[in-house]
């Protein structure tokens, strides 16, 4: 897709847990130029949220390759596993499915992964080397740069804590604020402590984080930091961090 001045854009595409994002970026700036987020309501399924994404591509008249990223595990492009979505996902390709409505789907892969692309370019001029990245969300997704590479497939927020007694995610994801009714600065305290199990575990030089929650760092990030030894970071495209990066790999 091109605007008036011939500028060339690409489209990205975030499924998360409870809501579908998209952002169109202009290359040559990369900037976000329009972004929409699209809830989930009470219906998950392949064709409630694929139905929207076709719409909302029609809608911004976009033509060109797209990405996506995708709250699972992914191999070849195909969805192996999709824990907060449901097992009809398992085996989903987007490419087939999106074919006949003439959108190419160039590139499919974990939404974590899709964030770390974004914020590999973010932090392409650190002089940290090794960048733990998290996605708080309705689970917590993770990717790792390493000497500004992205490691894909790291899935940190699902290990078992036996100090904790649960997965990184249960403990911690934005959606436990909601389950279970804890203030901000439970939260918080819950994110520190897994922050504090992985940069045991894994020696991060900074941590990075993104989604929904951090539109609102205002109210907790001075305090988490408070907490911790290592630089801690918002992503510079908060929510929509994810779909930059799915954008990216188009």
Not at 31 to 40: A, R
Not at 98 to 104: C, S
Not at 132 to 161: A, D, F, K, P, V
Not at 163 to 192: D, F, P
Request: hydrophobic share 35%; glycine share 10%.
């Amino acid at each position: 897709m091109t605007n008036m001045k011939g500028h060339l854009k690409a489209l990205g595409v975030d499924i998360g847990g409870s809501s579908t994002k998209l952002c169109l970026i202009e290359m040559e700036s990369k900037s976000i130029v329009k972004s929409v987020t699209i809830p989930h309501r009470n219906r998950k399924g392949i064709e409630e949220i694929c139905s929207k994404i076709i719409r909302q591509i029609k809608e911004w008249e976009f033509e060109g390759g797209i990405g996506i990223g995708f709250p699972g595990i992914v191999e070849n492009q195909m969805i192996i596993d999709a824990p907060n979505l449901g097992k009809e996902w398992n085996g989903h390709d987007f490419r087939t499915y999106f074919k006949p409505h003439e959108i190419d789907v160039t590139s499919v892969l974990n939404d974590a992964d899709a964030a770390t692309m974004a914020l590999s370019e973010q932090s392409k001029d650190w002089t940290e080397n090794e960048i733990l990245c998290l996605t708080i969300g309705t689970g917590i997704g993770s990717g790792w740069i390493s000497e500004y590479q992205l490691i894909e497939g790291t899935e940190y927020g699902r290990e078992y804590s036996p100090k904790l007694q649960c997965t990184l995610e249960q403990w911690a994801s934005a959606k436990v604020i909601r389950e279970e009714g804890i203030s901000l600065s439970e939260w918080v305290l819950r994110c520190s402590d897994i922050l504090d199990i992985l940069i045991e575990k894994y020696s991060p030089e900074a941590v990075i984080l993104c989604g929904g929650i951090t539109s609102e760092k205002e109210n907790w990030l001075a305090e988490l930091q408070a907490l911790q030894s290592v630089r801690i970071v918002i992503s510079d495209y908060e929510e929509y961090t994810g779909a930059y990066g799915a954008a990216l790999l188009k």
